[in-house]
């Protein structure tokens, strides 16, 4: 009851919890938009596909690293203009602060390299598989969340890095059955880019925003981006220059054009030399279009696509040695890529690669009578310790039980049936060779 003075109680829950299913309006199941579910199915091919990321990193020697998808939003202010920074999953928590569900990964591994400061030393290579989003109008229907594979190498100025990094790549291709007539990987510098704009006397903070509007070539008219480029500062002269450099379709050309003393060219060569002994130079090619979309790369950059087109980039990367100072600490040389989860499963689809990842259970334990519980349940219990998979089935026909058996690819059913356990034993029947036997129930742990 209620005095005058007290505010009439909102609903409380039992009232809420006694109120017939009928008369609550049934919730929306799915997830919220632009994300995803992993029922059993999808979940055991997205544990596959992780599962080879993780592969790949341990044979480049990787150590796995895990942040917060909750990031602080200054992680992620920057003014190139950025697809990335404009569709932040921003907002205000409830203690005023500025976050984000992050969208990319490196930033958070330079805020850790950062904060572990001395206590780590260099060079560190550090993997890790994380979600990361983006608030994009629905308009597109495009997804707002992905995982990303993202492998970094914090202290290497040379290119052994993005070698190191590519090979990674090629590998994870080659393992999942990817073939280079498959797939490429376009190969650049963001030096060449730069050296054009000091050719012109363009002021060097234009150089971020330039590569991220450049980058757009192939998705947005040439007009276009020699529009933006035009409103970004860029003098006509420069443009002309950088759209002779991009339409450049060789490291020779650049070279002609650049000359041979020029720092990018001198890279690629090593990165093209490296790849001979890596035996991946089939896999790369050198292509100037290829700027990628994050302001922070000055150097190398990369990205693997599908050779007839028919997809968006599948990976990308590149080098990144002046993130540290635009988070106001000494820079450390670095370079990293993601791999995002979504594009390379449509692309093993095309190929029919994708695999049979079937659900396995090693025992099916069936007790044959409600009083058989507790023996059953010591069964499974035994062979659990053993490390074998086991699913009790109970108040199930035996002609369900079967069907269940091949549908969870079971190896043995073991029946806990009443004249048996009187006799210390259970029957033990192979469903592959549908062999049976009846076996001591201290022995069938140790029975494989
Ligand atoms: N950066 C980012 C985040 C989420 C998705 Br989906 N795509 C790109």
Same mark, same amino acid.
């Given at each position: 009851?209620?005095?005058?003075?007290?505010?009439?109680?909102?609903?409380?829950?039992?009232?809420?919890?006694?109120?017939?299913?009928? @008369?609550?309006?049934?919730?929306?199941?799915?997830?919220?938009?632009?994300?995803?579910?992993?029922?059993?199915?999808?979940?055991?091919?997205?544990?596959?596909?992780?599962?080879?990321?993780?592969?790949?990193?341990?044979?480049?020697?990787?150590?796995?690293?895990?942040?917060?998808?909750?990031?602080?939003?200054?992680?992620?202010?920057?003014?190139?203009?950025?697809?990335?920074?404009?569709?932040?999953?921003?907002?205000?928590? %409830?203690?005023?602060?500025?976050?984000?569900?992050?969208?990319?990964?490196?930033?958070?591994?330079?805020?850790?390299?950062? %904060?572990?400061?001395?206590?780590?030393?260099?060079?560190? %290579?550090?993997?890790?598989?994380?979600?990361?989003?983006?608030?994009?109008?629905?308009?597109?229907?495009?997804?707002?969340?992905?995982?990303?594979?993202?492998?970094?190498?914090?202290?290497?100025s040379k290119i052994r890095?993005e070698?190191?990094?590519?090979?990674?790549?090629?590998?994870?291709?080659?393992?999942?059955?990817?073939?280079?007539?498959?797939?490429?990987?376009?190969v650049s510098s963001r030096k060449v880019l730069e050296r054009v704009l000091q050719l012109h006397s363009m002021?060097e903070?234009?150089f971020?925003?330039?590569?991220?509007?450049?980058?757009?070539?192939? %998705?947005?008219?040439?007009?276009?981006?020699?529009?933006?480029?035009?409103?970004?500062?860029?003098?006509?002269?420069a443009?002309?220059g950088i759209?002779e450099v991009l339409?450049l379709?060789s490291l020779s050309k650049i070279e002609e054009f650049l000359g041979s003393e020029e720092e990018a060219v001198a890279d690629l060569k090593k990165l093209f030399s490296l790849? @001979?002994?890596?035996?991946?130079?089939?896999?790369?090619?050198f292509?100037a279009?290829?700027?990628?979309?994050?302001?922070?790369?000055n150097g190398i950059v990369?990205?693997?696509?599908?050779?007839?087109?028919?997809?968006?980039?599948?990976?990308?990367?590149?080098r990144?040695d002046?993130?540290?100072?635009?988070?106001?600490?000494?820079?450390?040389p670095?370079?990293?890529?993601?791999?995002?989860?979504?594009?390379?499963?449509?692309?093993?689809?095309?190929?029919?690669?994708?695999?049979?990842?079937?659900?396995?259970?090693?025992?099916?334990?069936?007790?044959?009578? @409600?009083?058989?519980?507790?023996?059953?349940?010591?069964?499974?219990?035994?062979?659990?310790?053993?490390?074998?998979?086991?699913?009790?089935?109970?108040?199930?026909?035996?002609?369900?039980?079967?069907?269940?058996?091949?549908?969870?690819?079971?190896?043995?059913?073991?029946?806990?049936?009443?004249?048996?356990?009187?006799?210390?034993?259970?029957?033990?029947?192979?469903?592959?060779?549908? @062999?049976?036997?009846?076996?001591?129930?201290?022995?069938?742990?140790?029975?494989?």
């Open positions: 009851t209620t005095t005058s003075n007290e505010a009439q109680l909102p609903v409380c829950d039992d009232d809420e919890a006694t109120m017939a299913a009928s @008369e609550r309006s049934p919730i929306d199941v799915n997830p919220p938009r632009g994300t995803r579910d992993f029922p059993p199915e999808d979940m055991r091919l997205r544990n596959w596909l992780f599962d080879n990321f993780r592969e790949i990193s341990r044979v480049l020697s990787f150590e796995e690293v895990d942040f917060p998808v909750l990031e602080s939003e200054a992680l992620f202010i920057r003014k190139a203009g950025e697809e990335i920074t404009q569709q932040l999953y921003n907002f205000e928590d %409830k203690g005023g602060r500025r976050v984000v569900l992050r969208p990319e990964i490196t930033p958070s591994l330079a805020r850790l390299v950062i %904060k572990q400061g001395k206590s780590v030393s260099l060079p560190l %290579k550090w993997f890790t598989i994380g979600q990361c989003w983006r608030y994009e109008r629905m308009t597109r229907g495009r997804r707002r969340e992905h995982y990303q594979w993202n492998m970094d190498i914090i202290g290497i890095a070698a190191e990094l590519i090979h990674a790549i090629v590998l994870l291709f080659e393992r999942l059955g990817i073939k280079s007539s498959d797939v490429g990987i376009k002021p903070k234009l971020a925003e330039v590569c991220v509007i450049v980058d757009k070539l192939g %998705k947005v008219t040439r007009e276009e981006i020699e529009k933006d480029l035009i409103s970004a500062g860029v003098s006509t002269q443009v002309q759209v339409s379709k790849a @001979e002994h890596y035996g991946y130079s089939q896999w790369i090619n292509d279009s290829v700027v990628r979309g994050l302001a922070y790369y990369f990205e693997a696509f599908d050779r007839e087109g028919k997809l968006r980039a599948i990976c990308g990367g590149g990144y002046r993130l540290l100072s635009t988070f106001g600490y000494d820079d450390i670095a370079c990293g890529f993601g791999f995002g989860d979504a594009v390379i499963l449509e692309l093993l689809k095309e190929k029919d690669l994708l695999p049979d990842v079937l659900r396995h259970v090693d025992d099916i334990v069936l007790p044959l009578d @409600e009083e058989l519980a507790g023996p059953a349940s010591k069964i499974a219990s035994s062979l659990r310790k053993e490390g074998r998979s086991v699913d009790i089935i109970e108040d199930k026909r035996l002609k369900w039980v079967f069907k269940h058996a091949e549908k969870i690819n079971a190896k043995r059913l073991i029946l806990v049936g009443n004249t048996e356990w009187q006799r210390g034993m259970v029957i033990v029947k192979n469903l592959a060779s549908r @062999e049976e036997l009846q076996v001591k129930i201290d022995e069938v742990a140790s029975l494989s």
